[in-house]
T-cell receptor
Framework: QQQVKQSPQSLIVQKGGISIINCAYE??????FPWYQQFPGKGPALLIA?????SEKKEGRFTISFNKSAKQFSLHIMDSQPGDSATYFC????????????FGGGTRVLVKP | DAGVIQSPRHEVTEMGQEVTLRCKPI?????LFWYRQTMMRGLELLIY????????DSGMPEDRFSAKMPNASFSTLKIQPSEPRDSAVYFC????????????FGPGTRLTVL
């Protein structure tokens, strides 16, 4: 059972544009929602994370929007740069369960110069 | 800190052989996680340890897979016997018990079973 669904699978955006990736979850016990960025040949690295008590978190060009009632959250990459070209994974976890991560399927983002 | 260290980075073996993947977590981290990444199934949690004790191994695909953590600075994931469908990138990650929940991933081991 896939508990975190991510879309789209891939997207192409022009330099300076906005990339938007969406995730939906099923388990209402999730209490931590991170986004990981992965470059080819590397392990995933934490990009930004949010807890369900806030609706938005912004760090530089990256923003998470969180909708608890809809059980959805999204990543917005503003002013996308070629260096942002990577695969992005949303994830969810439960602190009481050791914060083991359940990942979405990933979105491959290509930013064209 | 050197980050999470995994070895080998690449492993090519033949079906039926035993494979051992190794991980050194970040010093001071209390949790260690093993993940598998494939195109078909994405990133899957296999097992995780807390203070060297296995807590949840529900993601381990079958009895051919086993994991150990004999001390706080070393863990192994063993596949015996290996099969072609085990071909994947295996990641180890670690995190602290307290403070931020961030997991730090190693560079992964790319396993190819012929």
């Amino acid at each position: 059972q896939q508990q975190v669904k991510q879309s789209p699978q891939s997207l192409i955006v022009q330099k300076g544009g906005i990339s938007i990736i969406n995730c939906a979850y099923e388990n209402t016990a999730f209490d931590y929602f991170p986004w990981y960025q992965q470059f080819p040949g590397k392990g995933p690295a934490l990009l930004i994370a949010i807890r369900p008590d806030v609706s938005e978190k912004k760090e530089g060009r990256f923003t998470i929007s969180f909708n608890k009632s809809a059980k959805q959250f999204s990543l917005h990459i503003m002013d996308s740069q070629p260096g942002d070209s990577a695969t992005y994974f949303c994830a969810a976890s439960i602190k009481a369960a050791g914060n083991k991560l359940t990942f979405g399927g990933g979105t491959r983002v290509l930013v064209k110069p | 800190d050197a980050g999470v260290i995994q070895s080998p980075r690449h492993e090519v073996t033949e079906m039926g052989q035993e494979v051992t993947l190794r991980c050194k977590p970040i010093s001071g981290h209390d949790y260690l996680f093993w993940y598998r990444q494939t195109m078909m199934r994405g990133l899957e949690l296999l097992i995780y340890f807390n203070n060297n004790v296995p807590i949840d191994d529900s993601g381990m695909p079958e009895d051919r897979f086993s994991a150990k953590m004999p001390n706080a600075s070393f863990s192994t994931l063993k596949i015996q016997p290996s099969e072609p469908r085990d071909s994947a990138v295996y990641f180890c990650a670690s995190r602290k018990d307290r403070g931020p929940s961030e997991q730090f991933f190693g560079p992964g081991t790319r396993l190819t079973v012929l």
